[in-house]
């Protein structure tokens, strides 16, 4: 109960950062790592982006996906993972009281399901957390018909425990972050 009041507090600081991140300039400047040039970041709204979640994390994730998308001005359809399906659809009952009909959909169903979605050139972009295997195919597709796409794939969570730290200490540390949520932390 403690990981899901924390995921939920968390989902809500998410959706509070982008609703108010819009109110920021848009443009901001950055040097060139390798030249004297200069980058402009601007944002801007792209149209429907498709996001396919994992099990893990079932609000966290998906409105960490979502919050951007939505703060820009695009369409969402999500597809969680079969086992979030319940969870998913609870996120959507609670956007869609907040927002225009229609700009956050929730398509259930199997890993199949996200299929059509990485390919119908409806979908501008693709934001995928999974696996490394199942996250380069759904590059390649989204790339090869010129979706922009973003995947989070295969994390290990490494530990570095330096010289003089509190062994007892980083052991707990390590231990809860390996069996917290189900070893999915």
């Not at 924390?6 to 959706?15: D, H, M, N, P, Q």
């Not at 601007?42 to 996906?65: D, E």
């Not at 695009?74 to 959507?92: D, F, I, R, S, Y």
């Not at 994390?155 to 390996?178: C, E, K, M, W």
Request: proline content about 6%; hydrophobic content about 45%.
């Amino acid at each position: 109960m403690v990981e899901a009041r924390g995921e939920v507090t968390r989902a809500v600081s998410i959706l509070r950062y982008y609703a108010q991140i819009v109110l920021a300039p848009d443009g901001e400047t950055y040097p060139a790592a390798r030249s004297a040039e200069w980058l402009i970041a601007r944002r801007y709204p792209v149209g429907v982006c498709a996001l396919l979640t994992p099990w893990n994390f079932p609000v966290a994730i998906p409105l960490w996906k979502a919050a951007p998308a939505l703060a820009y001005g695009n369409a969402v359809v999500l597809k969680p993972a079969a086992e979030g399906t319940a969870v998913a659809q609870t996120v959507a009952g609670v956007m869609d009281a907040h927002l225009p009909e229609d700009v956050f959909q929730v398509v259930t169903g199997d890993a199949e399901t996200g299929e059509p979605l990485v390919d119908h050139p409806g979908v501008d972009a693709i934001s995928f957390t999974g696996s490394t295997k199942v996250g380069q195919i759904v590059a390649q597709r989204a790339v090869g018909r010129g979706a922009k796409v973003q995947c989070e794939m295969g994390g290990q969570n490494p530990s570095l425990v330096l010289a003089g730290a509190d062994l007892d200490r980083a052991a707990s540390i390590i231990a809860h972050a390996a069996m917290g949520y189900a070893g999915q932390k």
